[in-house]
């Protein structure tokens, strides 16, 4: 295929274009341009093989919007995808791009009451978008029929096999006639997706998109959890504790960015927003602020943002979890560019967990998860950003007036309490603490290890009985460990020694077997759970 770097070459229609044009979409990613026109013109099914982060969900959403009749009731089009979460996020963006058919476009997932569900099939489902196990609910109660159905859409697919819809797919697939074509959309190409497709899928056509790196590894991600009423208290703190904060605040709605960007201004940071009800002419006048740092911080929702290309950014804050991977990708994309590192955050809750761990394994990377700073860290901070200030001036030419006055102040006066009352004078505001509320830290999420030694990102902290009076260093516990499980020297983290003993951070399943294989040795283990904090 030659080279295609606009939509308009795909033979989309200029209703779709016009919606593209809308949410800001300028080119087409590289799986968008191979897949669509095949879509469009071909009859084949179509295996695409893409990482996650590629813009998959528009390869398949916009050829079907255009092809389906939105007048017929039946059910045209039906995508298979692996939680309730992607469900959510698909059919939001299929609505996106064809707003005036959004009664048309039904969502079917468990945690959803059957009936209100069997009501939006009967109004007319022509495109469903679901997790197997409900469709198949569904299938089976006659509530949803695909005796007509055109398309079938099997969305990471490779994902709904590790979870184990194997069997649910094919279900699925039983039920369809076999004019419908099916569209397969997947990261990696394993065993099971071969059988599966030598199966059911005969004749298609492979696309294959070249893997780049999903996340840059200049890009430290981080996750903080807290509660839903103190999330804004966490940004100021993570705002406060970086010196030269320059950043983005991604939102899920233009109300949140809004809301938001109001309460930072109101405690004196200097930020704007950038959301689908802002005029172009604003839009750009904020971009120019930003991009000259006359304002440092950009609240955005990731429609509004698609196509800002900022660089040297210090953090990219994810007040809101992003829905899907995909969205997580370009939101964190934006820092760690050309050499430079930064800082990827995520705030959440507690019950968010579930989706940040789909979030971390579709787009192959890991997210830490950290305290936030506590208040004395950023009050010292401070201290250190205005001192490195004060001592950058102060081989500056000062003007006589000042060295008089100053003079004048140390005459009859100690010069220790001269200085301290003039920086109380000058920064008594900035190093207040009185502006900062207090945080429930205390949230719990995730599993927990036998000790309480599972935290909630999927590693076990363990107990090390030797420190630095046993002259242990890091490549000796690295060391040790191996000897005792096997793995690899990367997923081996955080290790601290202290004077008597050591701490470190293993994947909890290695944890796991290390702690057994200890046990069943004959002599006192060396490594165990660490104990919980009370």
């Not at 039920?175 to 074509?181: E, G, Q």
């Not at 009423?229 to 991604?250: N, P, S, W």
């Not at 006066?413 to 004078?425: E, G, N, R, S, Y």
Request: proline share 4%.
């Amino acid at each position: 295929m030659s080279q295609i770097t606009l939509f308009s070459e795909l033979g989309l229609s200029q209703e779709t274009l016009a919606a593209i044009t809308a949410k800001g979409f300028q080119t087409p990613t590289p799986v968008q341009a191979e897949t669509i026109p095949r879509i469009l013109n071909g009859t084949n099914h179509i295996i695409a093989q893409a990482q996650t982060g590629t813009g998959k969900t528009a390869a398949f959403g916009l050829p079907i919007l255009d092809t389906i009749d939105f007048n017929a009731k039946h059910t045209q089009a039906l995508i298979l995808v692996p939680t309730r979460e992607l469900a959510g996020q698909v059919c939001a963006e299929l609505i996106s791009l064809s707003g005036q058919h959004k009664n048309t476009i039904v969502p079917v997932y468990g945690g959803q009451p059957m009936d209100t569900q069997c009501r939006a099939l009967k109004r007319g489902g022509c495109i469903v978008v679901g997790t197997p196990g409900r469709i198949i609910d569904h299938l089976k109660r006659k509530t949803l029929r695909v005796d007509q159905l055109q398309y079938l859409i099997l969305d990471e697919a490779d994902e709904m096999l590790n979870m184990g819809f194997i069997e649910d797919i094919e279900s699925v697939m039983e039920y369809t006639p076999k004019s419908t074509r099916i569209l397969l959309f997947s990261a990696t190409m394993p065993d099971r997706i071969r059988t599966l497709a030598s199966k059911y899928i005969p004749n298609y056509e492979h696309i294959k998109i070249k893997s780049e790196a999903v996340t840059t590894p200049l890009t430290e991600q981080l996750y903080f959890e807290v509660k839903n009423r103190d999330k804004f208290e966490a940004l100021c703190r993570i705002i406060d504790h970086q010196v030269g904060f320059y950043g983005m605040i991604f939102c899920r709605t233009k109300r949140d960015v809004d809301e938001v960007n109001n309460q930072l201004i109101q405690r004196g940071y200097t930020s704007e927003p950038i959301h689908g009800d802002i005029n172009q002419t604003q839009r750009e006048r904020t971009l120019s602020r930003f991009r000259k740092k006359t304002i440092h911080i950009l609240v955005a929702t990731d429609v509004a943002a698609r196509g800002i290309d900022v660089d040297n950014l210090t953090h990219v804050i994810n007040y809101a979890l992003p829905q899907d991977p995909e969205s997580y990708v370009h939101r964190i994309g934006r820092t760690g560019r050309a050499g430079q590192s930064g800082t990827a955050i995520t705030l959440m809750t507690s019950n968010e967990y579930r989706q940040l761990v789909f979030i971390q394994k579709l787009a192959k990377t890991t997210i830490e998860r950290r305290q936030l700073p506590a208040v004395s860290e950023i009050v010292e901070n401070k201290k250190k950003s205005i001192t490195d200030r004060l001592e950058s001036q102060r081989d500056t030419r000062v003007g006589n007036q000042y060295r008089q006055w100053a003079e004048e102040l140390l005459a009859d006066a100690d010069p220790t309490t001269t200085v301290a009352t003039i920086l109380q004078h000058c920064f008594d505001s900035v190093l207040s603490t009185d502006q900062y509320a207090d945080i429930d830290t205390s949230v719990k999420s995730g599993k927990k290890g036998r000790d309480g030694g599972m935290d909630s990102h999927g590693k076990a902290r363990l107990f090390v009985a030797k420190g630095k009076r046993d002259k242990i260093t890091p490549k000796g516990i690295i060391a040790l460990i191996k000897t005792h499980v096997k793995i690899k020297d990367s997923d081996i983290r955080q290790i601290q020694i202290m004077e008597n003993f050591s701490f470190v951070n293993l994947p909890f399943d290695h944890a796991e077997t290390l702690v057994r294989n200890l046990k069943n040795s004959n002599e006192r283990p060396i490594i165990t759970y660490a104990k919980k904090k009370r």
